[in-house]
């Protein structure tokens, strides 16, 4: 993950780079640091803190004043979290610094080869020294080391004496603007916010040189190219006024809008989608991450349902690896908030080089998916800001039900439009959470559609409240788990469906012989007592999917609270995961 920035111009730099980082922390913030070659001296300066960009604005003087400055995000990946760790890395001469996002994965064996000493744990550190020790100019070294490299990287480079940023990619996301008042690099969009009117997206294993009044671009062998600039028009910039008393509740209670948005918005957009050549795919494959994958189950369960076609899914770090069989007449659909996320980049590319085609689900315009795919289906959640997926993840599920509801050539817009214009996010279910909140052992447990929002509930659980708790499938109980079930135990039972309501009655009298408590959240009245009720609204059963998770946003939510945390920067994560 991480996020780097790096700003050269007439102005002092040292804010722009500070105001960018802010903007990126959302990719890591574990620690943040500038490097800025000291106007006039020309001297290189370095400051670090441990924890969010604030800390770092605290400790940089008053009156520093840089035209050339580089800074850093980070989400530790090679070495605890600490001020030694946090970029930027100085090789060892002091010459050069540089800021890196990616994983250099043979910093290892590149280390033993090298004579000088390191500073800290970090692969970074290696790579920088690597530059220093090339022959040539600034340039010729950043490259000649890069083909060193395995693995992934954006990196910023400053060389003392040398007014100019120096930019590398490959893997990990990389753009530039510029206008009168100098040039900006930075690892996406946000840090750009308001300024600039278009950008310059870099691709994998090119350059580029900032200076104060220009860019140049460079392919693999520095031979100058020019790349053709992105618009920046409908990325919504605005939408960081907070007024709920997180990010995570403001984007809970946003997805009836998202799903208007998404209902008004995407049947023009899928205009444009060739559907004639969408139907004749025979079978379609899902891959991505986390909560993504959790929609793509949704997705497949949408495809099987409506247009009886064959639809699987996988975890992208598992398919990445895996002995897949790639058959053709499949298209493959990779789904990602962000569109950066480098396991779902890698299966994407695998995928491209088999000569197969891709489709994205992404809510970030221009990220590195969307540049891969063969058709882009945009979500319209917006920015999405609390680390915890909500509205990406009820808008990808939306998306993904139109998208089969279209392919299967079924007219459902009357439906659809009654259900965005009806749900509400807003329950009072306090008095519920309350008395729930002692539980320390608890499991989300549903059937089909209901089994992928158990797994989607106990993940939101787990990573914004520290509960160590699961999704499983009710059915699958008794097979193991059932030995975990005691009166300390807290079952969250998800019933949406009518055809599986008495199993899941069975499978809750399961529960009950062995003493646990059960939380129902439904839509219908069961035939037996539980110990705790959430009443969902009665919306078409493909629909519940999007009903029913919504209690347990705000279930994590209230446990996360009641515990004292901060629901949107929760522990050991980031919001985009750029490093394998
Ligand atoms: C969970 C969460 C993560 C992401 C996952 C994939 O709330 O946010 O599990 O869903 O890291 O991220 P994207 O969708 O950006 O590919």
Redesign the pocket.
Known sequence: MCGICGAIGNENQISTVVAGLKKLDYRGYDSSGVAYLQTPQNQLCVQKSVGSVKNLQKKLEKNAFSNVVIGHTRWATHGNVCEKNAHPHVSSSGRFAIVHNGIVENFESLKQRMSCDFYSDTDTEVFVNLIENQTGNTLQKLQKASTLIKGSFAVALLEVGIDKIFLAKRSSPLMVAFDHRGCVAASDISAFAGRFDCCWILNDNEFAVLEKDKVTFFDQKLKKISIKPIKIDEYDFAEENLQEDSFMLKEIKEQPVVLRNTYFKYFAEIQNLDWEKLKKFHAFHFV?????YHSCLMGARFLKQFCKKNATCDIASEFRYDNNIFVKNCLYIFV???G??AD?IACANLVKQKGLPTMCVTNVPYCTLNNLADYVLPTFAGKEIA???TKAYTAQVFTLLVFALRLANLDCQEILKKFVLNLQTTQDLDSVFKQIEKFKKIFFVGREQDFVTALEGA??LK?IAYIGCIGIAAGELKHGTLALVDDETLIVAISTQKSLKEKMESNMLEIKARGGKILLVSQFKHDIDVDFLIKLPDFEEFLMPIVSIIPLQHLALHFCQSLGYNPDKPRNLAK??TVE
């Open positions: 991505a991450c986390g909560t993504a990602s908030q962000s950066e996320t779902t680390v915890a997926s993940l939101k990573e985009s995961v």
